[in-house]
């Protein structure tokens, strides 16, 4: 039988638990206005272009997300500029999500064969009535299922925000742990929260990828 603490514990676990999706959901709008024109310099083909979003995808994919969180927070210290917790964790969690999100859109790209970019060529289409009309619409097909299944590292991501001081899940249990002294309960609420945000989208991401990849497994 839950107690009144029980109780107040799962409230305030609930309550936090609504900024980390809203985090969740910052990083990745924004991660996906960041991505367009990384793929969009790819697709251009010149050289200088590619070589400034593989820089940029090497840094953010090559160095781990605590600490891009900490330059993002502490960093602009240095300079004079001071970001509360939440604006450090959206800025250092989009560009984040923007260096994989680039890969996986790019390589949905990638994947289409690239006869239909010189057939559309020979039809008189311009670039970006080749992209949008041609391209875009069949690499959407590709790209959804790894993007949804990306959407899952990014809600688990966003833990190690607490870290910076921002208040979402894992911050929220850390401190209820620290007033109830009781982890095994506190930390398993932790756990069962993030899988329930994480597991439909696990199960939504494999549907996607079955109905629209035509598997039938």
Same mark, same amino acid.
């Given at each position: 039988m839950m107690t009144f603490t029980d109780w107040d514990i799962l409230r305030n676990l609930l309550l936090a638990a609504r900024w980390?999706?809203?985090? #969740?959901? &910052?990083?990745?709008?924004?991660?996906? &206005?960041?991505? /367009?024109?990384?793929?969009?310099?790819?697709?251009?083909?010149?050289?200088?272009?590619?070589?400034?979003?593989?820089?940029?995808?090497? @840094?953010? +994919? =090559?160095?781990?997300?605590?600490? +891009?969180? *900490?330059?993002? *927070?502490?960093?602009? =210290?240095?300079? =004079? /500029?001071?970001?509360?917790?939440?604006?450090?964790?959206?800025?250092?969690?989009? *560009?984040? #999500? #923007?260096?994989?999100?680039?890969? @996986?859109? #790019?390589?949905? /790209?990638?994947?289409?064969?690239?006869?239909?970019?010189?057939?559309?060529?020979?039809?008189g289409l311009s670039f970006g009535q080749t992209l949008w009309r041609v391209i875009a619409p069949q690499a959407l097909r590709i790209a959804v299922a790894p993007t949804v299944g990306f959407l899952v590292q990014v809600i688990k991501g966003t833990a190690l925000a607490s870290i910076i001081g921002f208040v979402e899940l894992t911050k929220a249990g850390t401190m209820l742990n620290n007033v109830t002294y009781e982890p095994f309960k506190v930390f398993g609420l932790v756990a069962c929260g993030y899988f329930l945000m994480c597991y439909p989208l696990s199960l939504y991401s494999h549907y996607l990828e079955r109905t629209l990849l035509g598997d039938k497994k």
């Open positions: 980390t999706l809203l985090l #969740s959901l &910052v990083a990745f709008f924004g991660g996906t &206005v960041v991505t /367009i024109p990384l793929v969009l310099m790819r697709l251009t083909r010149r050289r200088w272009m590619a070589n400034v979003v593989r820089v940029y995808v090497e @840094i953010f +994919q =090559g160095t781990p997300l605590l600490m +891009q969180l *900490f330059l993002a *927070f502490f960093g602009l =210290g240095l300079f =004079g /500029i001071n970001v509360s917790p939440w604006t450090a964790a959206a800025f250092a969690l989009t *560009f984040y #999500s #923007s260096a994989y999100l680039a890969d @996986i859109w #790019s390589g949905s /790209i990638e994947a289409l064969p690239k006869g239909q970019w010189e057939a559309c060529r020979c039809l």
